[in-house]
């Protein structure tokens, strides 16, 4: 399938947070996407509505209806990930979130776009109660996502069939987003369910890791939680968000790539 306009949504995995910066704007695994679709169709749109820390109700009160107002058939590709942000919360509430995203699925497969979904990594690597709780949460989460999307014949991407996505290196300082690295492969695995061309060795580990000392690894803790988990917490305190306030990046299909601004 040749596809002449990519529309992406979600949060801040879609928007490309932590990547390298291009026109201003966190680079990301959607518009490395972009980039090659482009090669394929002479006018070929995209428009990427994402805005980082949104809840799947956010996602979809703000960004479902702007979407589907920008279809134009079935040579429309859809991407779709929201509700990760959710699961992590302290009041979350399964039922309500599943259900959201499942209506949300099918609204926009109702418009005609090709779908492509996204599961959610569930092992981490952390231990500990919470992350024993994260996992069962995230799998029950991915039941849904892999429910819907066989339902509406969506494409679904799933971390959890890789090896290579559970590195840890792949994630920026802030142990959340994914790094340069990251949204390179996480780019080559949709090109690869897109029968694009893709770089094959996507899949291939990173060489072992240089063990850093005790106090190093502890110096290293001691910057994270002071730079990103106390934030993170305080803005959790206040009923505040990373999105607040911030726009998305392309609200309206534009000609892709933007050679102009290079």
Same mark, same amino acid.
């Given at each position: ?18 990547? &390298?910066? /291009? ?5 990301? #695994? ?36 702007? +979407? ?39 609204? %926009? ?16 690597? $952390? ?8 996992? +069962?949460?995230?799998?029950?989460? $991915? ?34 987003? %994914? ?11 949709? %090109? &690869?369910?897109? &029968? ?21 690894? @502890? ?14 917490? #305080?803005?959790? @305190?206040?009923? /505040? ?22």
């Amino acid at each position: 399938m040749i596809y002449q306009r990519f529309i992406a949504l979600g949060d801040s995995f879609t928007e490309g947070m932590c990547d &390298e910066k /291009k026109y201003g704007q966190y680079r990301g #695994w959607a518009d490395r996407v972009a980039d090659v679709m482009a090669q394929y169709h002479p006018d070929f749109t995209y428009s990427n509505l994402a805005i980082r820390g949104k809840l799947v109700r956010q996602v979809v009160d703000e960004q479902i209806e702007p +979407a589907i107002a920008q279809v134009s058939g079935a040579d429309t590709l859809i991407s779709f990930h929201a509700g990760a942000n959710d699961v992590i919360r302290p009041g979350y509430k399964s039922e309500t979130v599943l259900a959201l995203y499942a209506d949300a699925v099918r609204r %926009l497969a109702a418009s005609g776009a090709t779908l492509i979904l996204f599961t959610v990594l569930e092992r981490t690597g $952390n231990t500990g109660r919470s992350a024993k709780m994260w996992e +069962a949460r995230f799998r029950e989460f $991915n039941r849904n996502v892999r429910s819907v999307g066989f339902e509406v014949g969506a494409i679904i991407a799933d971390p959890n069939k890789e090896i290579a996505f559970s590195d840890r290196r792949f994630l920026a300082f802030d142990r959340l987003h %994914l790094n340069s690295m990251g949204h390179y492969r996480v780019a080559q695995a949709v %090109l &690869e369910l897109l &029968e694009l061309p893709f770089d094959a060795t996507w899949r291939d580990a990173l060489p072992p890791a240089k063990a850093n000392p005790k106090i190093m690894r @502890a110096f290293i803790t001691a910057m994270w939680f002071i730079t990103f988990a106390l934030p993170w917490m #305080w803005r959790r @305190a206040r009923g /505040k968000s990373s999105g607040d306030g911030r726009s998305c990046k392309y609200p309206t299909a534009i000609h892709w790539p933007l050679s102009h601004l290079d």
